[in-house]
């Protein structure tokens, strides 16, 4: 009556290795290491650099207890792990100086972080610790406010620029193009003009309200204004956050932090969480950098060797870092990097990597007119940071480009990658300032997690202690069941590389909770039975069923509950509500399929099963005068 197949133990026993495998790598602990990133855009981070790591560190007398390469896909880093702190912070100054000729523009950055213990054969088998949040192991909270101001005004230069040439093309005369912080003026010598210009930039400038100045005296100029609609304004305003928010993640794993929480906070600004950073002024330098991307000619007039000593022409100048390089070009870009809409790594026709490139409509329009006539001449893509410019390619003109053209000539497959990446993300669309700073040390994180554990530990002690007193083996049962349904959470919780703050720590005490109120239910129907004279085999069964409905019922207008949170929810609220979730899971789980299995193990298996071990059952008086 009260059997399991066999499949369904084996499940049972799939379930509890995986529990126990992927819950492990939590309490094996993380070493103190060293992260090695490129520091230059145009320099990249490989295998090749782990022999002269060790070399370095061999040369110092620092002894590291292992050193590896890792490519995510997007970034690679080398790491270097260490016995204890005071070797890491030596190991970091010997790195530094060892690895970098200039220490004033140094090629690698090394940075502090932590790198789990965990036995490379679990690794292998994706089994890490989960990462746990700022509020448990401390770290940086910036609050960044990006310049809309700044974002106007590139946009209207950049409108500016436009309009002269489109009434260039269509051989319209103005008397001067200006532009103040707001609005652009078109002055015009007659009426006539006015209007075959005003119908020509309503249909190339939708984004811009497009007005006649008013005519209030006899002397009044003849002018157009645009200025930008609020709605075109709003989405200008969001694009460029967005854009920040992209360029801020490529340049936050580049300092070593696995599970960075970026996301806009109003209009015009950007909350930035870094768990684990222990050098703050580190990550405020890396994420307050502001960086611009511009295509340029390059100048052919320059002949010979290019070097320092070579004679620079007038309205050009040298570039001698990066790709291609060195190389002089002209000052005046063709497009700068704002018209850059997206960039992909792809083969040309030969099947050779290379990157395609999308422009706006206004960047295809200069693009055509800067390549039209410079065809087999080269061409070069710059990053400017920091006053700073790194040729990021420099490439032949095949023919004449526009809006959608591709860079070829990459060499590899990663090489395009890379120079993808860097055109999408490389620049911010506007600088930013940090408004708000705040810095949570690794030892309150520390406290947080040991309070959440003991309370964690204490709840399941209390919980167990009740149940075995209250329904005797079958609170054993439940109790079993409670552990396994907290050995899968966590498993699951580490599987998914979830971030683990303490709204989450609360959800699995809460999950705890609900995860016992159903073996509470269980336990309380096969006493009904009993009381209602039920043999124990028939009692066993009947509670089980019974209280299976009971308990989806409830299980699944909480889990309801928890989606709704996850759904409208951010930050430690969506933790909470993921956890929770996931809790309800593996609750229902535990309660109703691995209860019942250790029951039907332990009582199934008995033909002349008289009674069961689940605690004193009370039965009405058959006395009327008595309770």
Same mark, same amino acid.
């Given at each position: 009556?009260?059997?399991?197949?066999?499949?369904?133990?084996?499940?049972?026993?799939?379930?509890?290795?995986?529990?126990?495998?992927?819950?492990?790598?939590?309490?094996?602990?993380?070493?103190?290491?060293?992260?090695?990133?490129?520091?230059?855009?145009?320099?990249?981070?490989?295998?090749?650099?782990?022999?002269?790591?060790?070399?370095?560190?061999?040369?110092?007398?620092?002894?590291?207890?292992?050193?590896?390469?890792?490519?995510?896909?997007?970034?690679?880093?080398?790491?270097?792990?260490?016995?204890?702190?005071?070797?890491?912070?030596?190991?970091?100054?010997?790195?530094?100086?060892?690895?970098?000729?200039?220490?004033?523009?140094?090629?690698?950055?090394? *940075?502090?972080?932590?790198?789990?213990?965990?036995?490379?054969?679990?690794?292998?088998?994706?089994?890490?610790?989960?990462?746990?949040?700022?509020?448990?192991?401390?770290?940086?909270?910036?609050?960044?406010?990006?310049?809309?101001?700044?974002?106007?005004?590139?946009?209207?230069?950049?409108?500016?620029?436009? @309009?002269?040439?489109?009434?260039?093309?269509?051989?319209?005369?103005?008397?001067?193009?200006?532009?103040?912080?707001?609005?652009?003026?078109?002055?015009? =010598?007659?009426?006539?003009?006015? %209007?075959?210009?005003?119908?020509?930039?309503?249909?190339?400038?939708?984004?811009?309200?497009?007005?006649?100045? /008013?005519?209030?005296?006899?002397?009044?100029?003849?002018?157009?204004?645009?200025?930008?609609? /609020?709605?075109?304004?709003?989405?200008?305003?969001?694009?460029?956050?967005?854009?920040?928010?992209?360029?801020? *993640?490529?340049?936050?794993?580049?300092?070593? %932090?696995?599970?960075?929480?970026?996301?806009?906070?109003?209009?015009?600004? @950007?909350?930035?969480?870094?768990?684990?950073?222990?050098?703050?002024?580190?990550?405020? +330098?890396?994420?307050? =950098?502001?960086?611009? &991307?511009?295509?340029?000619?390059? $100048?052919?007039?320059?002949?010979?060797?290019?070097? $320092?000593?070579?004679?620079?022409?007038?309205?050009?100048?040298?570039?001698?870092?990066?790709?291609?390089?060195?190389?002089?070009?002209?000052? $005046? /870009?063709?497009?700068?990097?704002?018209?850059?809409?997206?960039?992909?790594?792809?083969?040309?026709?030969?099947?050779?990597?290379?990157?395609?490139?999308?422009?706006?409509?206004?960047?295809?329009?200069?693009?055509?007119?800067?390549?039209?006539?410079?065809?087999?001449?080269?061409?070069?893509?710059?990053?400017?940071?920091?006053?700073?410019?790194?040729?990021?390619?420099?490439?032949?003109?095949?023919?004449?480009?526009?809006?959608?053209?591709?860079?070829?000539?990459?060499?590899?497959?990663?090489?395009?990658?890379?120079?993808?990446?860097? &055109?999408? *993300?490389?620049? &911010?669309?506007? /600088?930013?300032?940090?408004?708000?700073?705040?810095?949570?040390?690794?030892?309150?994180?520390?406290?947080?997690?040991?309070?959440?554990?003991? *309370?964690?530990?204490?709840?399941?002690?209390?919980?167990?202690?009740?149940?075995?007193?209250?329904?005797?083996?079958?609170?054993?049962?439940?109790?079993?069941?409670?552990?396994?349904?907290?050995?899968?959470?966590?498993?699951?919780?580490?599987?998914?590389?979830?971030?683990?703050?303490?709204?989450?720590?609360?959800?699995?005490? &809460?999950?705890?909770?609900?995860?016992?109120?159903?073996?509470?239910?269980?336990?309380?129907?096969?006493?009904?039975?009993?009381?209602?004279?039920?043999?124990?085999?028939?009692?066993?069964?009947?509670?089980? $069923? =019974?209280?299976?409905?009971?308990?989806?019922?409830?299980?699944?207008?909480?889990?309801?509950?928890?989606?709704?949170?996850?759904?409208?929810? +951010?930050?430690?609220?969506?933790?909470?509500?993921?956890?929770?979730?996931?809790?309800?899971?593996?609750?229902?789980?535990?309660?109703?399929?691995?209860?019942?299995?250790?029951?039907?193990?332990?009582?199934?298996?008995?033909?002349?099963?008289?009674?069961?071990?689940?605690?004193?059952?009370?039965?009405?008086?058959?006395?009327?005068?008595?309770?």
């Amino acid at each position: 009556m009260n059997r399991y197949p066999l499949w369904k133990y084996i499940v049972i026993l799939v379930t509890l290795v995986f529990g126990v495998l992927y819950t492990l790598p939590n309490f094996l602990g993380e070493s103190p290491a060293l992260q090695i990133n490129s520091g230059k855009a145009t320099v990249k981070v490989d295998s090749d650099l782990v022999p002269k790591v060790e070399a370095v560190l061999k040369q110092a007398g620092i002894t590291s207890t292992g050193t590896a390469f890792d490519y995510s896909g997007t970034q690679s880093v080398i790491r270097t792990r260490f016995a204890d702190t005071d070797t890491q912070f030596k190991a970091k100054a010997i790195l530094e100086q060892g690895l970098n000729v200039d220490q004033n523009d140094p090629i690698y950055t090394v *940075s502090f972080s932590k790198v789990p213990n965990t036995p490379k054969w679990m690794q292998s088998l994706h089994a890490l610790p989960m990462v746990l949040g700022l509020d448990l192991q401390g770290g940086a909270h910036f609050l960044l406010k990006v310049d809309t101001d700044t974002l106007l005004k590139n946009k209207l230069a950049a409108t500016q620029n436009s @309009i002269r040439t489109i009434l260039k093309d269509k051989e319209i005369k103005h008397a001067g193009i200006s532009r103040d912080s707001t609005n652009i003026t078109v002055k015009f =010598r007659d009426v006539e003009t006015r %209007v075959r210009a005003r119908e020509l930039l309503i249909r190339q400038f939708p984004e811009a309200a497009v007005v006649e100045t /008013p005519a209030t005296t006899a002397d009044a100029e003849i002018a157009l204004q645009l200025s930008i609609k /609020p709605e075109a304004l709003l989405n200008l305003q969001n694009e460029g956050v967005k854009q920040n928010i992209e360029a801020l *993640s490529k340049r936050i794993a580049g300092i070593g %932090v696995t599970e960075p929480l970026i996301q806009q906070q109003g209009p015009d600004r @950007i909350v930035v969480q870094l768990p684990g950073v222990q050098d703050v002024a580190q990550a405020k +330098s890396i994420i307050g =950098r502001t960086a611009t &991307l511009e295509v340029r000619l390059v $100048d052919e007039t320059v002949i010979g060797p290019i070097d $320092d000593s070579t004679t620079i022409p007038f309205g050009s100048e040298l570039f001698k870092v990066g790709r291609g390089g060195p190389a002089v070009l002209y000052k $005046d /870009p063709v497009v700068t990097g704002d018209a850059i809409t997206g960039a992909a790594a792809t083969l040309d026709e030969n099947q050779q990597p290379a990157v395609s490139v999308s422009l706006n409509s206004l960047g295809g329009t200069k693009m055509r007119e800067g390549t039209r006539s410079n065809v087999g001449k080269r061409m070069a893509i710059v990053l400017f940071e920091k006053g700073k410019g790194e040729l990021l390619t420099v490439a032949t003109i095949q023919q004449q480009l526009g809006a959608d053209f591709r860079i070829t000539g990459m060499g590899t497959g990663q090489n395009s990658a890379e120079l993808a990446l860097l &055109l999408r *993300s490389g620049a &911010l669309a506007a /600088p930013m300032e940090v408004i708000e700073e705040r810095t949570i040390g690794p030892q309150l994180g520390k406290e947080n997690i040991r309070k959440g554990i003991h *309370s964690t530990m204490y709840g399941f002690a209390a919980i167990a202690v009740f149940m075995i007193i209250y329904y005797m083996m079958f609170g054993f049962f439940s109790v079993t069941a409670l552990a396994m349904n907290l050995l899968l959470l966590v498993g699951i919780l580490s599987t998914l590389q979830a971030t683990l703050t303490l709204p989450g720590m609360a959800a699995i005490a &809460l999950a705890l909770g609900m995860a016992i109120d159903a073996n509470v239910l269980i336990n309380e129907r096969i006493r009904e039975e009993l009381r209602a004279g039920a043999t124990p085999q028939h009692a066993i069964l009947q509670g089980f $069923d =019974r209280a299976w409905a009971t308990i989806l019922d409830s299980n699944v207008t909480t889990l309801i509950v928890g989606l709704a949170l996850w759904a409208f929810g +951010s930050g430690p609220i969506k933790a909470f509500a993921i956890v929770h979730c996931l809790g309800i899971l593996t609750s229902i789980f535990s309660a109703v399929f691995v209860s019942r299995g250790v029951v039907n193990l332990w009582y199934g298996r008995q033909k002349k099963l008289t009674t069961v071990s689940i605690g004193q059952i009370w039965k009405p008086s058959e006395d009327p005068a008595k309770p």
